[in-house]
């Protein structure tokens, strides 16, 4: 009877899940030559470190999973890119005009390897302020200049199209001084984000469709990073609400699960059936509760972007409660009824479009030529440590394609998972840590890890204390951050002030501020901002800014729109707590197979990191305004 279980099981499995057994066994070898190389790894920056919070990372979450993802063929060459010694001698003397006329700073050692960067595949780590941006942009320079790329084989990913904006005219700017002869559309082109990159593709595979997440903006061009969106719009809300209504009137099984998770009573089917109840819902973990048709959108959001296709989710296998059990299954039923109406209406969300590109991709689909797929070619992703699973999945399937049919590809990310803060939605900095086991090269290659760890903002005592802030983060890049500039007469770093509560103290936060404005004033700063005030919530921010004179040169910014800015001054309200225990979330980050760790482990070393990313925005001081110590301002001074 044992026997003939496992049998049925197995089977089971290898119907289901028919490469599992290939990824194990793949694992195997991969970790015996890991065993074997160990040695040789010395003097190379660690993959992760593991903090004193990594100890407690399963309390009260379950244990950490081992990621069941297949290992992917190898896609990159591990031979270096062709560049001769008059390449580099003639970008290397371009730049130094450059530098001359005052176009660009000149680039540090640091900074060359990168503009210089003879792999294929290169993953660098960019700490806050080290000139990442610049670099890029002179990377490019060098690859269609000096290179010879041409504009229509290569494609920049920047995280908002306002940085793409910010990205072409930088760009547009260096090439002009280059008199580079390239059309200003064709840069303009190849500066995307990459929701844009896939809207082009979707245009060509996918009959252009309407973008649920632009309906109701008539302003709406380019699709652009979700990440950055604010609450649903009135006509996406009301689109969900009718399909709600619609599953709760017609399908007996949905409405008998509804008032399951409401609590309420199921209505007597021999009388009239009310309306699809609308109160609230609270998904264990959410700050707030919300209509279930908004919650299942929410929660859904987070499903596919974690790389999980919901119409494919085994829920009776998702190790979770029968309470969450049931809203999966619930949100199963609205999301098949959804996709069904979207598909009616020539609508499609920019998950949905992912994902069926990637599936496209992967079947060789005739709809999808590997000639649309030309710019994708050569591939320099900023930021990367926000990207999801999905993102991956989408990155491996484009340059599979391109590497079997159409020749060499090569990819450059750049990131900082110190500075990750998106996990909420679905991103992790793990995907760039564990680079090279999402993006192989082929045979026994690895990709080029390069470091920039100069520091060409903050002074040394704010750098200090930002660092300190993630002294218990439980899995990090190991590195230090050098500061450039000294401290000037004044400067300090982190000063925490407590306590603090904005309804009795606002008036003193005033006058800080005000303070802050005319030391920056007093010392000749150089910034075009003299304060940057951030906090984590709109509403304390808002409250603020009215109060606030607007003379001032301050502006007010959530943390995490903060990003890529920069103050004289940085002045925090609010505390960087971690949010509550997410059990649906541990469960889905577990079936995913893509993390190490549980979801509540990566939002608590991620309420870390949003603290430093902070921190690092203040230049030559920063204060921090909390009630008392605790979470990021633990481990800080008190003022």
């Known amino acids: 009877m044992l026997t003939r279980y496992k049998l049925l099981l197995s089977t089971t499995l290898a119907r289901y899940f028919p490469r599992t057994a290939a990824y194990l066994e793949a694992e195997k070898h991969a970790a015996a030559e890991r065993l074997k190389a160990a040695p040789k790894a010395k003097g190379k920056p660690a993959a992760r470190k593991k903090g004193p919070a990594a100890e407690r990372a399963g309390k009260g979450a379950g244990p950490t999973k081992k990621p069941v993802r297949r290992a992917s063929v190898g896609i990159y060459s591990a031979a270096a890119l062709k560049i001769t010694a008059a390449q580099e001698q003639a970008m290397r003397e371009n730049v130094a005009r450059a530098v001359t006329a005052g176009m660009v700073g000149a680039p540090s050692d640091e900074q060359w390897a990168m503009i210089l960067g003879r792999q294929p595949l290169t993953r660098i780590f960019a700490g806050a302020g080290s000139g990442k941006s610049t670099t890029l942009v002179l990377r490019v320079v060098f690859m269609l200049c000096h290179l010879n790329i041409e504009p229509e084989r290569l494609t920049v990913i920047s995280f908002t199209n306002a940085s793409c904006v910010e990205l072409r005219e930088r760009l547009l700017k260096v090439l002009a001084f280059w008199q580079a002869p390239i059309e200003e559309r064709a840069v303009r082109d190849c500066v995307r984000t990459f929701h844009s990159a896939m809207g082009v593709l979707a245009r060509e595979a996918l009959g252009s469709p309407v973008w649920f997440e632009q309906l109701g903006d008539r302003a709406a061009s380019e699709p652009d990073n979700p990440l950055a969106g604010g609450r649903l719009a009135a006509a996406q809300s009301r689109l969900l609400k009718e399909v709600y209504q619609r599953c709760y009137a017609e399908d007996p099984a949905f409405r008998s699960q509804v008032h399951a998770l409401l609590r309420s009573p199921v209505p007597d089917e021999l009388k009239p059936l009310p309306k699809a109840p609308m109160q609230p819902f609270k998904v264990s973990g959410e700050l707030h509760a919300v209509p279930l048709h908004e919650a299942f959108y929410g929660q859904a959001g987070f499903i596919e972007s974690i790389g999980i296709r919901i119409e494919q989710l085994a829920v009776e296998t998702v190790p979770c409660s029968e309470q969450e059990r049931a809203f999966l299954g619930a949100l199963q039923i609205f999301w098949t009824a959804l996709q069904q109406q979207l598909d009616q209406q020539g609508v499609l969300t920019f ?250 482990q990566a939002m608590g070393d991620e309420s870390l990191r949003l603290g430093y990313v902070a921190v690092t925005r203040g230049v030559s001081r920063v204060l921090w305004f909390v009630r008392k110590p605790q979470g990021a301002t633990r481990s800080l001074k008190l003022r």
């Open 351 to 600: 998950n949905g479009a992912f994902q069926q590109l990637t599936r496209m991709l992967d079947e060789g689909d005739a709809r999808l030529p590997t000639a649309a797929l030309a710019s994708l070619s050569h591939l320099l992703i900023d930021e990367f440590q926000d990207v999801s699973p999905q993102i991956v999945q989408w990155l491996q399937a484009v340059h599979r394609r391109l590497a079997r049919e159409a020749g060499a590809v090569s990819l450059m990310a750049i990131g900082d998972d110190w500075q990750s803060i998106y996990g909420w939605r679905g991103s992790s900095p793990e995907l760039f840590m564990d680079f090279d086991r999402h993006f192989p090269s082929k045979g026994k290659g690895k990709s080029a890890v390069l470091m920039l760890q100069a520091n060409y903002r903050s002074i040394e005592p704010v750098i200090r204390d930002a660092e300190a802030i993630l002294s218990d983060v439980a899995f990090k890049q190991d590195k230090r951050t050098a500061a450039i500039h000294s401290t000037p007469a004044g400067g300090h770093g982190v000063q925490v002030v407590t306590p603090f509560e904005l309804a009795r103290h606002l008036p003193d936060l005033l006058r800080e501020i005000s303070a802050q404005c005319e030391y920056a004033e007093a010392i000749g700063s150089q910034e075009r901002t003299a304060v940057l005030l951030l906090g984590r919530r709109n509403e304390t921010l808002k409250e603020v800014q009215v109060a606030l004179d607007r003379k001032l040169p301050v502006k007010v910014y959530t943390i995490h729109r903060a990003k890529g800015l920069q103050a004289e001054v940085a002045i925090i309200v609010d505390d960087c707590m971690p949010v509550m225990s997410h059990p649906l979330r541990n469960a889905l980050y577990a079936h995913s197979g893509f993390f190490s760790n549980s979801y509540d």
